[in-house]
C-alpha cells in the first residue's frame, strides 16, 4: 500500500476523530490504515459519516458483505460515537498517537501493517533508547520466571528499555525486574483498552508500568480482553524491540508468533536453553536448534546488543548462604524441588532441612507456593 | 393369657430395651403386631408363625395382639422375632411357668425355625443387663462382648423350647464362635524410599494429626495410608468397645475390634453413607466404623463437596449427632483423617510446569475442598512417584513395628501429660503444655508478622510441633526444630493470598 499521509501534530478535534476512528468496530486494523494512508484523520471520518468515501470496496474488502453494505453500518456506528466524550475519556487516561503524525513510532511502520491509532499512557521517548523485547509463556515455571526478571533487572539497569507484554508469566516477571532496576522506562503493550488491567494477577506490576514507563494499546478505552486482540499486539512487540528474547515457552504458544514476526522484521531472535525435558522450554530449546542466539542472563543480551554491563545493580543485601544453605541453593539453581525432593537431593536430615529452608525463606533467598521451593529472584 | 418377654432393637450404634407384651384372647383367629414397628419389623409376622408350626408346636387359633414397648420408639429389623415367638407360646401356656431366671431373646427366625443370627449384637447385648441372652450360634461370642449375664444359644426354635421344658440342656455355644484371628495390617516396610511420607506418618500417628498427601496418581500415597493403622497402638479398651459396636451394628465383623480399623469409602460415597443414618435404624456412617482408627479419603477433590463438609463438625467434636424427624442418633466418630489429592486434574503433574495444566486450572481443581476441610488437615505433604532405582535396589525402609514402638513412646510422654493426643490439646492447654523455647518463639513471631501463619494455624503447628518433640524426645519445651519441621509439614494446597 501506499505510504502514509505524513502530517503535523494533530489538534484536539482531529484526534478525537482519530479515537472514534480506532473505536469503530468495523475499521480495525488493515481498514484503518489503508484508510489513512489515502486521507487525513478528518477527510477519513467526514467521508465516512457522510457515505461519501470513493471507491469504498478498496477499503472494505469483504466476500460476504458488498462493501457499501459494510460502509453504511460503519457511517451509522461512527455517527453514534460522541467525539468529545471519546476524547475525554482517552485523554484521562493517556494519549493517542496516529501514524503519520512526527512522533509515531518509527519502528511500528517497519510492520506489514502498523497499528493506524496508538493509545499510551507515559512518554513515546522511552522507545528511543535501545530496546529489548522480553516474552515468554504464561504457564512459566517459576526458575523461567525467575531467569526473566533477573534478565530485565540487569538489561535495564544498563539503560536499555525492556518491551513485553505484561501478561501472565513470563511478561509481568520480565516488567517487575525492570522496574525494580529504576531510572529505564520499562515498555508495555497490551492487548486489551489501557484501563482495563488484564490479567487481574498482573494488576499491580500494569500500575507500576503505567506509572514509571510507557504503556500502549492499539485499542481504544474499555476493551476487553478478546483472544484475537492478543497475535495482533504481539506484532507490535516484535517490532518495538532490536531483539528478541524467549525465555519460555510451549512450541504452539503466542510468544512464536512474536519470534516470527521479529524474524521476518530482521530482528535478532535470541533464546535461553532449558531443560530438554521441560515443556515450558520447548519451544527455546527448538529456535536453539534452528540456530538462533542463545542467551543465558542479562550480560549475554548486552553482549548481543554490543552493550557493556553498567555493573548498576542495586546492592544486594542479604547475607551470602554457606554450608547446607549453599548446597540446598545449587539444587534449587537447577529445578523447583519440594521438601521430599530435597532431602534426597542434598542427602541430609529432614530437621536440619527445615531449619534451613525456614531461614532461606526468612533472608530472602528462595520462595515457596504450595510445597514447591525455588530460588527468589533478585527483584522481588 | 398375657405374657411380657425381654428383647431388645437397634437404633444408630445403640441398643433400646423393648418389652414384647403378647395377649391372647377368644374371638376370631387374628395376628396383629402393635407399637410402632417399621416395615421390616412387622414381616416377624410371619415368619414367626411358620417358625412356630416348623418346629412341631401348634399355632393358636385365637385372637394374638402383640405390643411393642415403649411404643413410641420405632422399631426396625428382625431382631425380635424369637422374643415374639417365645412370648406366643408363653402366652397360650406351652412353656413351664416357672422360669428361674430373666432372660432376654436376641434372634431372627427362619421359617423352619432356625435362629439366625442378627447385626448390632453387641450394642442390644449391652443394654439387657443381667438377664441371660438366648441367642443365634454365631451371635454366642459377640453378645458375650459387653454382657454381663449369661448367653445361651440354641440352633432352633424347637430347642429352646425342649431347653426351656428342662428336657435337653441347651447346647454348647459352637467352637470359634470368637474369631481370635487378627487380620495384620501391611507393614511400613514395603514402602521403599518416600522418607517425609513415612516421617509424616510416624507424626500422624503419634499425635492423631489429620494427614493429607498431595501427590500424581502412581506416587504411594493410598500404599502409605493403608499401612497408618499399623503404627497406631492397639484401641483402649473403651475405644475397642465403641468401634466394636458400631461394627456390629452394620454387620461387618464379628468379634472385640482391638486393631484400629481403617475405612476407605469410595469417591462416589453420598454423605449419608459417609455421615450415617441412611435408614430408619440410623445406620452409621463411615466416619464411625472408622472411630479409633483411619478414615482414608481416596482422591478427595473427587468427593461431592457436602460429603466433606459434612465431616466438619465430627472432625471437631470426635462425635456426630444425626437427627431426622423421627428420631435421632448419637456415634463416637474419632478418627485420624487420612485424605489423598491429584495436584491437578490431568493426573501426570508433579512437579509445576511438568504438564500441560496452567496454573489456574491447578488453582480450580485444589479449590474443589473447601478450604476449612484443608485447614483441618494439621500434616500436608507432597508425595512424588518413586524413582526407578528406588524401586529396584533401595532396600526396604524400617518395618512398622520398629515406628509403632516409637510412636508409642511419644505417645507415653504426651499421656504422661495428660493428654490423649497432641492434637486434642486446646488453645488454653497448648500454652503450657507445649511451651516454645526463646528461639522458637521468635520464629513463630516473624511467621506470623510475615502473614505466612495464620493465628488458628499457629495452633495446628504447635500441636504438631508437641508431637515431633516428643518423638525426638525432647523435654517440657518445644525446640525450633521441632518447630521447623513442623512448618514445613504444612504445605499450602492452595496459593497464599496475595501472590
Known amino acids: ?145 525467575t531467569i526473566a526478571s533477573d534478565m530485565a533487572l540487569t538489561v535495564a539497569a544498563a539503560g536499555v528499555s525492556v518491551v513485553s507484554g505484561l501478561a501472565a508469566g513470563i511478561d509481568t516477571a520480565a516488567h517487575a525486574g525492570a522496574l525494580e532496576a529504576g531510572g529505564t522506562r520499562p515498555v508495555a503493550v497490551v492487548g486489551t483498552g489501557l484501563d482495563v488491567p488484564y490479567p487481574r494477577s498482573s494488576a499491580r506490576v500494569w500500575a507500576q508500568v ?120 545449587a539444587q534449587l539453581g537447577v529445578q523447583s524441588h519440594d521438601l521430599g525432593s530435597l532431602v534426597e537431593a542434598v542427602e541430609c536430615d529432614p530437621i536440619a532441612l527445615a531449619r534451613t529452608l525456614g531461614w532461606l525463606e526468612a533472608a530472602g533467598w528462595i520462595t515457596v507456593d504450595r510445597g514447591w521451593f525455588d530460588l527468589r529472584a533478585r527483584s522481588r | 393369657m398375657l405374657s411380657a418377654v425381654s428383647s431388645a432393637v437397634l437404633l444408630g450404634v445403640r441398643g433400646w430395651p423393648v418389652t414384647v407384651e403378647v395377649h391372647v384372647s ?46 413410641n420408639l420405632r422399631k426396625v429389623g428382625s431382631s425380635l422375632d424369637l422374643a415374639i415367638a417365645v412370648g406366643v407360646l408363653e402366652a397360650v401356656g406351652a412353656l413351664p411357668d416357672e422360669r428361674r431366671e430373666p432372660m432376654a431373646w436376641l434372634a431372627e427366625l427362619g421359617l423352619d ?12 447385648a449391652a443394654v439387657l443387663g443381667d438377664r441371660a441372652l438366648v441367642v443365634a ?134 454423605t449419608v453413607a459417609l455421615i450415617g443414618g441412611g435408614s430408619a435404624a440410623m445406620r452409621p456412617g463411615e466416619i464411625a466404623l472408622a472411630h479409633g482408627g483411619v478414615l482414608l479419603l481416596d482422591e478427595m477433590a473427587e468427593f461431592s463437596p457436602s460429603a466433606l463438609d459434612a465431616l466438619r463438625q465430627p ?37 509445576p510446569g511438568s504438564c500441560r495444566c496452567t496454573d489456574a486450572t491447578r488453582e480450580r481443581y485444589a479449590r474443589r475442598v473447601s478450604g476449612p476441610i484443608l485447614d483441618r488437615f494439621d500434616l500436608r505433604i507432597l508425595v512424588h512417584r518413586a524413582e526407578v532405582e528406588d524401586l529396584m535396589d533401595r532396600p526396604e525402609g524400617e518395618c512398622s513395628a520398629v515406628v509403632a514402638e516409637r510412636v508409642a513412646a511419644a505417645r507415653t510422654r504426651a499421656a504422661e501429660r495428660g493428654v490423649v493426643a497432641n492434637s486434642l490439646l486446646t488453645s488454653r492447654q497448648i500454652e503450657h503444655l507445649a511451651p516454645l523455647e526463646p528461639l522458637a518463639r521468635r520464629m513463630v513471631r516473624a511467621e506470623l508478622v510475615a ?24 523435654g517440657d519445651r518445644v525446640s525450633v526444630d521441632s518447630l521447623s519441621l513442623a512448618l514445613q509439614l504444612r504445605v499450602d494446597v492452595l496459593p497464599r493470598p496475595g501472590r
Open chain 1, 1 to 145: 500500500m501506499s505510504t502514509p499521509i505524513a502530517f503535523g501534530r494533530l489538534d484536539d478535534s482531529s484526534r478525537a476523530r482519530a479515537i472514534a476512528l480506532a473505536s469503530c468496530t468495523l475499521l480495525q486494523h488493515t481498514r484503518l490504515r489503508d484508510l489513512l494512508a489515502q486521507q487525513s484523520v478528518d477527510a477519513a471520518y467526514d467521508m465516512i459519516v457522510s457515505r461519501s468515501l470513493p471507491r469504498p470496496e478498496a477499503i472494505f474488502r469483504s466476500v460476504k458483505t458488498p462493501a457499501g453494505e459494510l460502509l453504511r453500518q460503519a457511517a451509522i456506528e461512527l455517527a453514534s460515537i460522541d467525539l468529545d466524550e471519546a476524547l475525554e475519556r482517552t485523554m484521562a487516561i493517556g494519549d493517542v498517537v496516529v501514524i503519520g503524525e512526527p512522533h509515531y513510532p518509527p519502528t511500528l511502520l517497519e510492520l506489514e501493517v502498523p497499528p493506524a491509532v496508538l493509545f499510551h499512557r507515559g512518554p513515546l521517548d522511552a522507545l528511543t533508547n535501545r530496546t529489548v523485547t522480553i516474552v515468554g509463556t504464561r504457564r512459566a515455571t517459576a526458575l523461567g520466571r
Open chain 1, 210 to 329: 503505567a506509572a514509571d514507563g510507557l504503556i500502549m494499546s492499539q485499542y481504544p478505552p474499555g476493551s476487553q480482553p478478546l483472544h484475537w486482540r492478543f497475535p495482533e499486539r504481539n506484532r507490535i512487540l516484535a517490532a518495538l524491540g532490536e531483539i528478541c528474547v524467549v525465555v519460555e515457552s510451549h512450541v504452539a504458544g503466542g510468544s512464536m508468533i512474536t519470534v516470527r514476526v521479529a524474524d521476518d522484521l530482521g530482528r535478532t531472535i535470541c533464546a535461553v536453553p532449558g531443560s530438554v525435558r521441560s515443556p515450558a522450554s520447548e519451544g527455546p530449546n527448538k529456535l536453539l536448534v534452528d540456530g538462533c542466539t542463545p542467551v543465558r542472563d542479562g550480560d549475554d543480551v548486552l553482549t548481543v546488543l554490543r552493550l557493556e554491563s553498567m555493573g548498576q545493580l542495586p546492592f544486594d543485601t542479604r547475607t551470602r548462604p554457606d554450608g547446607l544453605a549453599a548446597d540446598v541453593l
Open chain 2, 26 to 71: 377368644s374371638g376370631l383367629p387374628s395376628f396383629t403386631i402393635v407399637g410402632l414397628p417399621d416395615e421390616s419389623c412387622r414381616e416377624a409376622r410371619d415368619r414367626v408363625r411358620a417358625a412356630v408350626l416348623s418346629s412341631g408346636l401348634t399355632w393358636p387359633q385365637q385372637r394374638i395382639t402383640v405390643n411393642l414397648a415403649p411404643s
Open chain 2, 113 to 124: 425355625g432356625t435362629l439366625r443370627p442378627i447385626p448390632g449384637i453387641v450394642p442390644m
Open chain 2, 137 to 270: 450360634p454365631e451371635d454366642t461370642g459377640d453378645a458375650a462382648l459387653v454382657g454381663t449375664g449369661a448367653v445361651r444359644c440354641a440352633r432352633t426354635l424347637a430347642e429352646v423350647v425342649e431347653a426351656l421344658h428342662g428336657r435337653a440342656p441347651w447346647p454348647d455355644p459352637p467352637p470359634g464362635s470368637v474369631s481370635t484371628e487378627v487380620a495384620t495390617p501391611p507393614d511400613l516396610a514395603e514402602v521403599r524410599g518416600h522418607a517425609m511420607g513415612r516421617l509424616a506418618l510416624e507424626v500422624a500417628a503419634a499425635g492423631m494429626h489429620h494427614l493429607l498427601m498431595v501427590g500424581p496418581p502412581g506416587s504411594g500415597k493410598t500404599l502409605m495410608a493403608q499401612r497408618l493403622p499399623g503404627l497406631l497402638p492397639p484401641l483402649d479398651s473403651r475405644t475397642s468397645i465403641e468401634a466394636t459396636m458400631a461394627h456390629s451394628a452394620v454387620g461387618a465383623t464379628r468379634g472385640l475390634i482391638t486393631v484400629p480399623p481403617l475405612r476407605s469409602p469410595h469417591h462416589s460415597c453420598s
Open chain 2, 315 to 351: 472432625l471437631e467434636s470426635g462425635m456426630i449427632r444425626i437427627d431426622r424427624a423421627r428420631s435421632s442418633a448419637e456415634y463416637p466418630a474419632r478418627f485420624l483423617l487420612v485424605g489423598t489429592m491429584n495436584p491437578c486434574p490431568c493426573g501426570d503433574g508433579d512437579r
Open chain 2, 451 to 474: 502473614g505466612r501463619l495464620s493465628a488458628r494455624g499457629l495452633h495446628r503447628v504447635r500441636r504438631v510441633a508437641r508431637t515431633i518433640a516428643d518423638l525426638r524426645g525432647e
